[in-house]
């Protein structure tokens, strides 16, 4: 069964800070992982992760895949109160036509950015 | 675009009563997930369709649920009887499957609540 572990389940920092969340997964047929972010309402995509070592960036947000020690990382730096949110990691397997199959989400990192 | 749309956006019933969500992809995607999330469990894949047809069904907890697709541009989760562990924010995604990333788009959920 595929499985998907974040830690922390929450953090509060102040905004300014830079914060790290993880992932780890197990999963048969690796294909991809996702980031997404999730505040009061649907999840709204972040990253996608297919290959080992190679940084995506976005602003402030960057994230980092190890597929050798299954696992990843969604780095903050300088956050702001409007980064409060959900931060969900999922995963994906190899479909049998190669398609878009369900994802297995992790529960999430809960963060907190204090004023 | 209008995104995925899904109605209604919250609704409240008794238990034993019959329930039904809706769903409206992106036009043009040819798959279509419909997800499940509570504090507890986190967000489960329930069901998802590739070009109308139900693909993996396995996350559908019980026989009380079921999933239809009979077009491209509508879906429906039926819960039969509900029960108050049915109580939930329900997601409908989709995605178009041989875009790069196969990213999924969420609807903004139907948050049920079953007395």
């Excluded at chain 1, 830079?18 to 992982?33: A, D, Q, W």
């Excluded at chain 2, 019959?18 to 040819?30: A, F, M, N, Q, Y």
């Amino acid at each position: 069964e595929d499985k998907v572990v974040q830690s922390p389940l929450s953090l509060v920092v102040h905004e300014g800070d830079t914060v790290t969340l993880n992932c780890s997964y197990e999963v048969t047929n690796f294909r991809s992982l996702l980031w997404y972010k999730q505040e009061k309402k649907a999840p709204t995509f972040l990253f996608m992760l297919t290959s080992s070592g190679i940084e995506k960036k976005s602003g402030r947000l960057s994230s980092i895949l190890d597929k050798k020690e299954l696992f990843s990382i969604l780095n903050i730096t300088a956050t702001q109160t409007g980064d409060s949110a959900v931060y969900l990691c999922a995963v994906r397997p190899e479909g049998s036509g190669g398609g878009a199959d369900g994802l297995t989400f992790g529960k999430g990192t809960h963060l907190i950015i204090q004023p | 675009d209008a995104g995925v749309i899904q109605s209604p956006r919250h609704e409240v019933t008794e238990m034993g009563q019959e329930v039904t969500l809706r769903c409206k992809p992106i036009s043009g995607h040819d798959y279509l997930f419909w997800y499940r999330q509570t504090m507890m469990r986190g967000l489960e894949l329930l069901i998802y369709f590739n070009n109308n047809v139900p693909i993996d069904d396995s996350g559908m907890p019980e026989d009380r649920f079921s999933a239809k697709m009979p077009n491209a541009s509508f879906s429906t989760l039926k819960i039969q009887p509900s029960e108050p562990r049915d109580s939930a924010v329900y997601f409908c995604a989709s995605s178009f499957g041989t875009a790069s990333g196969n990213e999924q788009f969420f609807g903004p959920g139907t948050r049920l609540t079953v007395l």
